[in-house]
């Protein structure tokens, strides 16, 4: 299977510290991209890493890239109870998107 | 703009019985793709089209069918509903960024099939 994992798969913190979520993927790839999905809807598109960038940021969100490990992680800082949510992590196979099995954040108040 | 629709959202099936799931999208994408999520196994494509008229299977493609007539519908087929067929259906659109890298992916709300 292509499909990446996230690490850990839960994920409980208080609100304002940070949480890290890692992502291992077994074949190479042209960028990496993570979705956060809040319970009952749809996925959303967080941030898109290319293969040859190593570290991208967005407003609170971090992401890296280590293509010679095959990982990345996605870093959240001052986290807030609205962060609480399933977080994917996707490989681009194109023209396909290959996701992660998701690991679940709770960011308590 | 309305994005991604699915319909319906909500369906109940018997075994053996036949329904299509319909996905519209007013980005004018290319792409588009559906996808069904399980408790424990994340999103597994089911099948995809990169262009109006044409088709292919992804990783779980056996007991569906689809078409795209349109560009901007992709429609997803029950020939014959399973209970193993129960699950949460996803459908998304895209647009490539180039012809090696798959763009960002834009989802609907889901549609929740059970199948008795």
């Known amino acids: 299977s292509q499909q990446g994992e996230e690490d850990p798969q839960a994920l409980s913190i208080q609100e304002g510290e940070n949480a890290t979520m890692n992502c291992s993927y077994k074949?190479?790839?042209?960028?990496l991209q993570w979705y956060r999905q809040n319970s009952g809807r749809g996925l959303v598109h967080l941030i898109l890493i290319r293969s040859n960038e190593r570290e991208k940021h967005s407003g609170r969100l971090r992401v890296t890239l280590d293509t010679s490990k095959k990982s990345s992680s996605l870093l959240i800082t001052a986290s807030r109870a609205a962060d609480t949510a399933s977080y994917f992590c996707a490989t681009d196979h194109p023209p396909q998107l290959v996701f992660g099995k998701g690991m679940k954040l709770t960011v308590n108040p | 703009n309305a994005g991604v629709t699915q319909t319906p959202k909500f369906r109940v099936l018997k075994t053996g019985q036949s329904m299509t799931l319909l996905c519209a999208q007013d980005m004018n994408h290319e792409y588009m793709y559906w996808y069904r999520q399980d408790p424990g196994m994340g999103l597994r494509l089911i099948h995809y089209s990169v262009g109006e008229g044409t088709t292919a299977k992804g990783e779980v493609p056996d007991g569906y069918n689809v078409s795209r007539l349109k560009k901007q519908n992709f429609l997803l087929g029950l020939e014959s509903a399973a209970p193993s067929q129960t699950s949460v259906y996803f459908c998304?659109?895209?647009?490539?960024?180039?012809?090696?890298?798959?763009?960002?992916?834009?989802f609907g709300e889901g549609s929740r099939l059970t199948v008795l």
């Open positions: 998304a659109s895209s647009y490539p960024l180039a012809p090696t890298n798959t763009g960002e992916l834009f």
């Open positions: 074949t190479s790839i042209n960028n």
